[in-house]
């Protein structure tokens, strides 16, 4: 079982915070994905994916050459109840709009 504190603490990023939007928003998403959408860097976006999938919070599963994350299902109801909180706050402004399509020719689609 998650820690509280640990939980909060991969919360308290605000890059953490839109690999968590992006994530629940299209549930199984490519590192190259979150790269674009949040216009950083693969090594950045690597390590705080490490972060919340250390803790718990996210889920990571290799389709080929590329890792695909999700949202760990086995979180307890009081996490889930405040990543509704955040499915359903705005996102930063940095974040593309999620009705264009990706752009990639790198990308893992």
């Known amino acids: 079982m998650i820690n509280q504190v640990d939980f909060f603490k991969c919360l308290s990023d ?3 915070l839109n690999i968590l939007k992006l994530v629940l928003n299209k549930q199984n998403i490519c590192v190259c ?4 959408q949040l216009e950083l860097s693969q090594p950045k976006i690597s390590r ?5 999938r250390t803790h718990g919070v996210l889920l990571d599963e290799r389709k080929g050459q590329w890792v695909y994350y999700s949202l760990n299902p086995d979180l307890p109801i009081w996490a889930l109840d405040i990543l509704k909180v955040i499915e359903n706050d705005e996102i930063e402004t940095r974040v593309k709009q999620q009705d ?10």
């Open 14 to 16: 605000q890059t953490r």
């Open 48 to 52: 705080h994916l490490a972060l919340l």
């Open 33 to 36: 994905e979150l790269t674009e």
């Open 100 to 109: 264009q399509p990706f752009i990639t020719t790198t990308c893992c689609d």
